[in-house]
T-cell receptor, first 112, second 114 residues
Framework: GNSVTQMEGPVTLSEEAFLTINCTYT??????LFWYVQYPGEGLQLLLK?????DKGSNKGFEATYRKETTSFHLEKGSVQVSDSAVYFC???????????FGTGTRLQVFP | NAGVTQTPKFRVLKTGQSMTLLCAQD?????MYWYRQDPGMGLRLIHY???????AKGEVPDGYNVSRLKKQNFLLGLESAAPSQTSVYFC?????????????FGEGSRLTVL
């Protein structure tokens, strides 16, 4: 079946550091891939998405590239801010299906 | 814009009690979902609905029931609560049937079962 694997957290960084959160997936066909972010006390919200191989999703300085050859969708940001502290979820929507499958989430803590 | 609204936001139950969580969306979305979030396990799908009057089981449906009598509402019921159902519950909705649809989430409902 379809699944998503994320690196375990927490990830602790200083402000302006480079961020990478790894995400790999298992799926048949051509899934769509997503990154969601959950700020403290809030629900999840979509951060970025990619729908086909080699697509790059980007938003708020975050980027992720859909790599079919390595079945990966790693999240990156060149310079993190304290306000980026949150839990980040990688997710997959299988081709022709109705449901999103989420990874376990990675907590990011950014200190000034 | 209200978006997706969940009630109640907090609830404490005793084992064996019943309760209903209400999810309401004002975006005219067809699809609605109930997830639970537990530490170290991410979000797991409980039940979902692809339209008014329909429901389907997700990954962890046991101990829960749902109803979608109106397009804008999706109810999650616990008939006999158990401590294992202590969790944060999230409702979400989606406008699209398949393909790269975005889910819109509520703020969550924290349930504690003693």
């Amino acid at each position: 079946g379809n699944s998503v694997t994320q690196m375990e957290g927490p990830v602790t960084l200083s402000e302006e550091a480079f961020l990478t959160i790894n995400c790999t997936y298992t799926a048949t066909g051509y899934p769509s891939l997503f990154w969601y972010v959950q700020y403290p006390g809030e629900g999840l919200q979509l951060l970025l998405k990619a729908t086909k191989a080699d697509d790059k999703g980007s938003n708020k300085g975050f980027e992720a590239t859909y790599r079919k050859e390595t079945t990966s969708f790693h999240l990156e940001k060149g310079s993190v801010q304290v306000s980026d502290s949150a839990v980040y979820f990688c997710a997959l929507r299988g081709w022709g299906t109705d449901k999103l499958i989420f990874g376990t989430g990675t907590r990011l803590q950014v200190f000034p | 814009n209200a978006g997706v609204t969940q009630t109640p936001k907090f609830r404490v139950l005793k084992t064996g009690q019943s309760m209903t969580l209400l999810c309401a969306q004002d975006m005219n979305h067809e699809y609605m979902y109930w997830y639970r979030q537990d530490p170290g396990m991410g979000l797991r799908l409980i039940h979902y609905s692809v339209g008014e009057g329909t429901t389907a089981k997700g990954e962890v449906p046991d101990g829960y029931n749902v109803s979608r009598l109106k397009k804008q509402n999706f109810l999650l019921g616990l008939e006999s609560a158990a401590p294992s159902q202590t969790s944060v519950y999230f409702c979400a909705s989606s406008p699209t049937q398949t393909g790269p649809g975005e889910l819109f989430f509520g703020e969550g409902s924290r349930l504690t079962v003693l």
